[in-house]
C-alpha cells in the first residue's frame, strides 16, 4: 500500500494511473490533514510526501510520522529547496525525487525503497574496525552499542563494509543502493548521505573504519 501525499491533482492522478496500473495499491490526500487521517486508517507500507502542502509544512509532519512510527518516507521537492531536502533526510526519509520527475522513476524509487525496508535472507555480520553490520536483523553497533540508520544509510554502509577498499564509483552507489540508473540520476543523494552516515559514524565514537572519497570516481571504506 502506497499513500502519496501531495497537492497538485494532476500529479496525483496521473501518479495513481501510472503506479496502479505498475502494480501498487495507492491512497492519496492532499493536505497533511487528509495524510494523517489516511495514515490512522489504513495499513500503509511507504509514504510518498510532498514537503509543500497547502495546511502546512511536510518537514513537521514528517517529524509526527517519524516519532510514531517506522514508516520508509521518500520525499517529493523541488531543485531549490535543498535545505528542506537536506532536513528531510535528517529527519529519517528514505529517499526523495526532484520535481519534475518521470512515472517510471518514481515508481523505481518505490521499489528500491521497499527492497530496502523488507530485505531477503542475507545473513552475514561484517565488521571492521569498532563497527560491525548484521544483515540479518538490519542492525549496526559501534563498540557494541546500537545505532540508529536509516535504511538507505544502512544498505549503504553494508555494501561498502562488506568490500573493505573496494572503491565504489557514484553511478554503481546509485545503481546497487538507490535502484536508479546512474545515467539518469545524478549523484547528489550519494554526497548527502555520504555526509550525513559520516557524520554518524563520528557521532557515535567510531574512529575506524572511515568512508574515504576517491575524487572524481566515487568512495571507498577504510579500516
Do not use: C
Request: glycine share 10%.
Amino acid at each position: 500500500m502506497i499513500a502519496l501525499v501531495d497537492d497538485e491533482a494532476d500529479l496525483v492522478e496521473m501518479a495513481t494511473t501510472y503506479l496502479t496500473r505498475d502494480g501498487f495499491r495507492m491512497y492519496t490526500a492532499g493536505d497533511t490533514r487528509g495524510a494523517a487521517a489516511l495514515l490512522r486508517t489504513h495499513p500503509v507500507d511507504l509514504l510518498v510526501l510532498d514537503l509543500g502542502l497547502p495546511d502546512g509544512n511536510g518537514l513537521d509532519f514528517l517529524r509526527g510520522v517519524r516519532a510514531g512510527r517506522h514508516l520508509p518516507v521518500i520525499i517529493l521537492t523541488g531543485w531549490t529547496e535543498e535545505r528542506e531536502r537536506v532536513v528531510g533526510l535528517e529527519l529519517g526519509a528514505d529517499d526523495y525525487v526532484v520535481k519534475p520527475f518521470s512515472l517510471p522513476e518514481l515508481a523505481a524509487r518505490i521499489r528500491a525503497v521497499l527492497r530496502r525496508a523488507h530485505p531477503q535472507g542475507a545473513d552475514a555480520v561484517h565488521r571492521v574496525g569498532g563497527v560491525a553490520v548484521d544483515t540479518r536483523s538490519r542492525e549496526v553497533t559501534v563498540d557494541g552499542v546500537l545505532m540508529a540508520l536509516t535504511p538507505l544509510e544502512y544498505e549503504l554502509l553494508a555494501l561498502l563494509i562488506a568490500q573493505p577498499r573496494q572503491v565504489f564509483t557514484t553511478g554503481q552507489l546509485l545503481s546497487a543502493v538507490w535502484g536508479a540508473d546512474p545515467h539518469q540520476q545524478d549523484g547528489s543523494s550519494v554526497t548527502e548521505h555520504v555526509y550525513r552516515l559520516r557524520r554518524k559514524l563520528t557521532t557515535a565514537g567510531a574512529t575506524s573504519p572511515r568512508i574515504t572519497t576517491v575524487r572524481g570516481i566515487g568512495y571507498r571504506l577504510d579500516p
